[in-house]
């Protein structure tokens, strides 16, 4: 059974960032069979389990950027994407009920619709049913826009899909694109479109 359910909080102000976005599709694939259940995760820090290494490749550049700059950026925002994952869907103790802090490296305005939205951006809804989560695929690719051989925004467009244990046993797919800029810090997220679908 699938329960599709999407939702779409670009935020403005970015515009380079939303033109690129626009004019690239996102990856999907054949859902495979979920691996054998696995331990709950114990921290919401740790990775998520070896049959799911993080695949990250860079995209589409918009703009001249160098080459160390690129694996560098191409890092960078994978980690936020990766970290966002742990919080939200992969780490903690499960059961679990508590999503407060599911949105790291979000702005606070797209945190804060985050929240509104975190039935679809974390796993609140069933986390009180599930006993374990166990990523079966964890990729992400980065595009880039860069203006005087700097980057300046960046969507990082992601396929997650993880199987979980439990009274909410099954596979779910969160599929969707992440909007990032940076300014006098860290890459952080403004905007996102995401959709998840999970299947019993």
Do not use: H
Not at 19 to 31: E, K, P, R, V
Not at 163 to 187: D, F, H
């Amino acid at each position: 059974m699938s329960r599709p359910v999407r939702g779409l909080r670009p935020l403005l102000g970015v515009g380079l960032s939303l033109a690129l976005a626009g004019s690239l599709s996102a990856c999907s694939g054949d859902d495979p069979e979920p691996p054998p259940p696995q331990p709950p995760s114990t921290s919401t820090s740790e990775p998520a389990t070896p049959e799911a290494p993080l695949e990250v490749r860079l995209g589409q550049v918009v703009g001249r950027l160098p080459k160390d700059t690129r694996v560098a950026v191409r890092r960078q925002v994978s980690d936020v994407v990766d970290t966002w994952w742990q919080a939200a869907y992969l780490g903690g103790d499960y059961p679990r009920s508590e999503f407060a802090n599911a949105f790291p490296g979000f702005t606070k305005r797209a945190a804060a619709l985050a929240r509104d939205d975190q039935k679809m951006l974390t796993n609140s809804v069933i986390g009180p049913d599930v006993d374990s989560v166990s990523a079966i695929e964890r990729s992400v690719v980065v595009d880039v826009v860069a203006t005087d051989r700097r980057p300046r925004a960046a969507t990082a467009r992601f396929t997650l899909r993880f199987a979980t244990t439990g009274e909410q046993s099954g596979v779910t797919i969160v599929r969707g694109r992440l909007y990032l800029t940076r300014r006098l810090g860290p890459w952080r997220v403004f905007g996102y479109d995401v959709s998840k679908e999970m299947r019993s």
